[in-house]
């Protein structure tokens, strides 16, 4: 079992920031990349940032230049780090981990439960 727990989201004013935590444990063999996505009311979830093992990192691009995503691999963590907030980047947040889980060493893809980022006056 793999589980993630999300943390940092909030309600914060536009031009303001916001880091978002993602731990993840439990039967993980190998992690191949961990990522954000959001998705906000009435649209379709969508890719934030996402960073794989070697420490490629991919953005929308709608972010580029304003979010930051890390990762600590001791603590099999990945963080975002949120800057010059917007009130379009008002969403619930989902952390995403692919990994090979141990055991049966196969591919899963897992989603943390969600945190609420409102960017707002």
């Known amino acids: 079992q793999v589980q993630l727990v999300e943390s940092g989201g909030g309600l914060v004013q536009p031009g303001g920031s916001l880091r978002l935590s993602c731990a993840a444990s439990?039967?993980?063999?190998?992690?191949?990349?961990m990522g954000w996505y959001r998705q906000a009311p009435g649209k379709e979830r969508e890719l934030v940032a996402t960073?794989?093992?070697?420490?490629?990192?991919n953005y929308a691009d709608s972010v580029k230049g304003r979010f930051t995503i890390s990762r600590n691999a001791t603590k099999n963590t990945v963080y975002l780090q949120m800057n010059s907030l917007k009130p379009e980047d008002t969403a619930v947040y989902y952390c995403?981990?692919?990994?090979?889980?141990?055991?049966?060493?196969?591919?899963?893809?897992?989603w943390g439960q969600g945190t609420q980022v409102t960017v707002s006056s």
């Open positions: 995403n981990l692919k990994a090979i889980v141990l055991l049966t060493l196969t591919y899963r893809e897992i």
């Open positions: 439990g039967s993980i063999f190998s992690i191949n990349a």
């Open positions: 960073i794989t093992s070697s420490n490629s990192a």
